[in-house]
């Protein structure tokens, strides 16, 4: 799997912090199953915020308070940097089917054949993902190979991984294992290569602003 886009410095930090909800690292770790190059930055991340916790000198709290001292709060961070640090390489994928790494199998049940499509019109599918997230939307979404997607801007920042096929947009070429991350300064209009549907796990914290007053008329529709 040759991944050339990668998760930004800002995005893993917030990961590597724990300031990422459900949604956004649903996609990072995903991203991070697969990508040896991001999980090697992360654990330097991780070290570096080690040493400097290490070099930080405060005195012991005093009176009754030991569950919320100095020592006990540090002792939970390492802990926590630990467990967040330990993400297993996806499996190689089997046959035709994608092999589905975690965190995103536990999600989907299974993999890519377990998961039920709805259709979103023009022969494109997705698949919502439930999360604890109010307010934060993930899905799979299926492209049909060589078709585009509506041309669309967006409401905040949207995520998007690739697992399956390819596509092209104005920032490159996106393919398996791939990460792109946009906002509202993206203009966009992402299309599928031929050859093979397009499968990715997208994430968004507000509706696509479509360009197309069609789509705009029956986005309540699709929900996206």
Known sequence: MNITHHISDELLFDYANGALEE??????????????????????????????????EIEPASGPTEDFSWEAM???????????SVIAPAKRPSGKNVSLPEPLRSYIGGDVDAVKWKPLGLGAYHYPIKTSDQDISVRLLRIPAGKPVPEHTHGGRELTLVLKGSFSDISGRFGPGDFEETDETVDHQPIA????????????????????????????????
Do not use: Y
């Open 23 to 56: 949604g956004w690292s649903i996609a990072v770790a995903t991203h991070l199953a697969l990508c040896p190059a991001c999980r090697k930055r992360l654990s330097a991340m991780e070290a570096a915020g080690g040493m400097m916790l290490e070099a930080i």
């Open 74 to 84: 540090r002792a939970r961070l390492d802990s926590a940097a630990s467990a967040s």
């Open 193 to 224: 290569d031929p050859g093979e549907d397009c499968i990715c796990l997208a994430v968004t914290d507000a509706p696509l602003k479509f360009k197309s007053r069609i789509v705009r008329m029956i986005q309540p529709l699709l929900g996206i």
